[in-house]
């Protein structure tokens, strides 16, 4: 939306450490095109949150004005707040690799997942999995796969098409036999292989979770036999039908009279 601060339609207010955008055609009343958006300093200007709508909430009588940046003041002293009492109340040491942490954080380096031989950038900004090298591929989209996750192993198990780079699904219908052109693939959630990308996405400080879930730049996907699959079991399934579908009586023809 915004690309730099020279943007002649919004204007700016640097504020404790974070950058506040607040539309020029912003009208003194509640309306969905208001828009406050606020960043972190150094995340500006690819990840913001739109705290408001140029409408105040301060108690008693509201007052709106074109362009409220205290909405936005408010809410900053109210983060910053919060996360020092939470540094003060149970501070935490976060073991990281500083070298990591560096090209993931401050060289935008994205994560990566390796599945049989080839290369995925984990690009939570695109929802996907996005395959290196391969501009034909789409990848495998997280929102496509979301009945795939297992929530006990926090983990994915998707039927890949190795040649493709691509999620795809067997025809559940009608397989009488395991697919000998796709396999079975197990890889961690976008929460595990990204943290950071997760945190930015959904406002978290940057370091929320590292010190449970560690921070790692590559994975490996796990490649799981067919038989130890719901596919299995499906296969047997659709195989039981087809037999007893073989087996019904066929109906029998009654021949009419002769004259």
Do not use: C
């Not at 067919?226 to 299995?232: I, S, V």
């Not at 195989?239 to 009654?254: D, G, I, M, V, Y």
């Amino acid at each position: 939306m915004i690309k730099s601060k020279n943007d002649p339609d919004y204007t700016f207010e640097e504020y404790n450490g974070y950058t506040i955008a607040s539309h020029k055609n912003n009208v003194p009343e509640r309306d969905i095109n208001n828009l406050i958006i606020v960043y972190r300093t150094d995340d500006f200007p690819n990840y913001g949150f739109i705290i408001g709508l140029d409408d105040s909430k301060l108690s008693g009588r509201r007052k709106s004005v074109p362009n409220n940046m205290e909405d936005a003041r408010n809410y900053i002293d109210w983060v910053v707040e919060a996360r020092q009492e939470k540094a003060a109340i149970k501070p935490k040491e976060i073991t990281v690799d500083p070298k990591d942490y560096d090209l993931r954080v401050n060289k935008g380096m994205l994560p990566t997942l390796d599945i049989k031989g080839q290369t995925f950038y984990v690009d939570l900004q695109m929802d996907k999995l996005r395959p290196k090298d391969d501009f034909l591929s789409n990848g495998i989209v997280f929102s496509d796969i979301e009945l795939y996750y297992d929530l006990d192993k926090r983990a994915y198990t998707i039927p890949y098409n190795p040649k493709t780079h691509e999620f795809q699904e067997p025809d559940y219908m009608n397989i009488k036999e395991f697919p000998k052109d796709l396999i079975a693939v197990e890889f961690p959630s976008e929460r595990l292989l990204d943290r950071i990308g997760w945190n930015r996405k959904y406002g978290f400080d940057l370091t929320h979770g590292l010190d449970k879930s560690g921070l790692q730049l590559k994975f490996t996907a796990k490649e799981i036999p067919w038989q130890q699959t719901f596919l299995a079991g499906l296969i047997k399934s659709n195989l039981n039908a087809e037999n007893k579908q073989k087996e019904a009586p066929k109906n029998s023809t009654r021949k009419g009279r002769k004259m």
